[in-house]
């Protein structure tokens, strides 16, 4: 999965070129931020529409964005934060959601899409809420974490129908909604959707009316 050994033993080096200047250098910012993902955050093929979704998927979100595709240098960034312990890389990584990302409504929520437990324990630290904090920071916007998973789940080798009734096993939701504001779901990766859509349901079973959803980047299809 990690690629590039000198990222792996020199996690202060650019995730993208190997080279100083932060986890991920200004040029590899701009690299990723200049081919972003044009496709469809649910299916990873069709032409999104507005809403960031094709004309084909039906999905509980309103809107969508990706950055960009999971491979090269945002594959290996994110590989160093979930796998070498790359603390740091949260910062990188929720710049890139900021630069991404339109204006926002004034009353939005931040909410990640919760890591596994045991995941947090190996890691010592919950990748996606150091995100989320960092872009709450960036944007001024609260992040909340009401949203819960409710019990250990394994995805990484499991098939399409099985990660589906994972995914809609895996998550409570005990927060109190705010039919008034926008809840914007974050994630670091999209494999088939079936998470990210799943929890969008339950923040809407909750009384949503507005959830839109962002990830760093998509798993590519091949
Ligand atoms: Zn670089
Ligand atoms: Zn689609």
């Not at 955050?41 to 069709?46: E, F, I, L």
């Not at 008034?180 to 859509?197: E, F, H, M, R, S």
């Amino acid at each position: 999965m990690i690629d590039n050994s000198i990222a792996f033993l020199a996690p202060h080096l650019c995730s993208g070129c190997g080279n100083e200047g932060g986890l991920l250098c200004y040029g590899c910012k701009n690299d990723i931020l200049d081919e972003p993902f044009l496709r469809c955050v649910a299916c990873g093929k069709g032409l999104p529409g507005k809403s960031g979704v094709c004309g084909e998927c039906n999905v509980f979100y309103d809107r969508a964005w990706c950055v960009a595709d999971r491979r090269e240098h945002i594959q290996r960034l994110i590989g160093n934060f979930k796998f070498t312990n790359a603390r740091a890389a949260y910062r990188p990584l929720a710049e890139l959601l900021h630069d991404y990302l339109p204006e926002l409504p004034l009353e939005t929520v931040i909410i990640p899409v919760p890591t596994v437990s045991s995941h947090i324990r190996q890691r010592g630290y919950d990748h996606m809420l150091l995100i989320a904090r960092q872009l709450g920071k960036l944007r001024n916007l609260p992040v909340e974490t009401s949203l819960k998973r409710a019990q250990s789940t394994k995805q990484r080798s499991a098939g399409r129908q099985q990660r589906i009734r994972q995914a809609q096993a895996a998550f409570i939701y005990e927060g109190s909604i705010n039919p008034q504001k926008t809840y914007l779901l974050i994630d670091d990766v999209v494999t088939t959707g079936a998470t990210i859509n799943y929890v969008s349901q339950k923040l809407k079973d909750a009384g949503a009316q507005t959830v839109w959803v962002a990830s760093i980047s998509r798993q590519p299809l091949d």
